[in-house]
């Protein structure tokens, strides 16, 4: 009697880990697309800006002074809630420093 009680828990115990393994493993799994899709939205939303800049400099011969005007002139559209760009327009003739981040990601990384 005591050893068939013995095989139950051990079999339990067994089920157990591999459930635990298993559902760790889907965590990490669901972790890494979400990093990977929030990348990948980033780069569009970095593209978007530097082709919005680039029209702008063709269409008017100057970059641009700020995203504001980009999105009133040219269209840009992005999730303001998501995202924050860090545009530096040094001077109307030099390509502005261009940066997108996540918000509330830290940007050190």
Not at 20 to 31: D, E, K, R, T, Y
Not at 33 to 62: F, H, K, P
Not at 101 to 108: E, F, L, V
């Amino acid at each position: 009697m005591k050893n068939r009680r013995h095989s139950y828990f051990r079999a339990l115990a067994v089920t157990v880990i591999l459930f635990a393994l298993l559902f760790s493993g889907a965590v990490m799994i669901l972790n890494y697309v979400d990093d990977t899709s929030n990348e990948a939205q980033m780069n569009m939303v970095r593209d978007a800006v530097r082709n919005a800049v680039l029209t702008c400099y063709a269409v008017e011969g100057t970059y641009p002074e700020s995203i504001e005007y980009l999105v009133e002139h040219y269209g840009l559209a992005y999730d303001d809630s998501r995202f924050l760009i860090t545009y530096d327009a040094f001077a109307s003739n030099i390509f502005p420093d261009i940066r997108v981040n996540m918000k509330g990601a830290d940007i050190y990384e």
